[in-house]
């Protein structure tokens, strides 16, 4: 059973900083992609950026440029270096992995960055 498990979340000032990293652990085969996702209060869970073994990255357009993706695929780690963060940037953010054997999805359980002015 692959365990996905995200730390470094917390509450930070609007323009501070956070870095956010999420681990993988229990795959018998290699993970494809890794990946960040958000869900504000009220709204549908969004895009913040992907990472696929090979190091292409996606990020959410509106990101780009503040986020910052990583990876390091010998650990199953995925980091992601949030700068200049936004009240709008408050929300539980999740980590998802996909295996490459099968595609399947696995999940964190979450952590919460609050941005307060």
């Known amino acids: 059973q692959v365990q996905v498990v995200e730390s470094g979340g917390g509450s930070v000032q609007a323009g501070g900083s956070l870095r956010l990293s999420c681990a993988a652990s229990?795959?018998?085969?290699?993970?494809?992609?890794m990946g960040w996702y958000r869900q504000a209060p009220g709204k549908q869970r969004e895009l913040v950026a992907t990472?696929?073994?090979?190091?292409?990255?996606n990020y959410a357009y509106s990101l780009k440029g503040r986020f910052t993706i990583s990876r390091d695929n010998a650990k199953n780690t995925v980091y992601l270096q949030m700068n200049s963060l936004k009240l709008e940037d408050t929300a539980v953010y999740y980590c998802?992995?996909?295996?490459?054997?099968?595609?399947?999805?696995?999940w964190g359980q979450g952590t919460q960055v609050t941005v307060s002015s």
């Open positions: 990472i696929t073994s090979g190091g292409t990255i």
């Open positions: 229990g795959s018998r085969s290699s993970i494809a992609i």
């Open positions: 998802k992995t996909i295996i490459a054997s099968n595609w399947s999805e696995y």
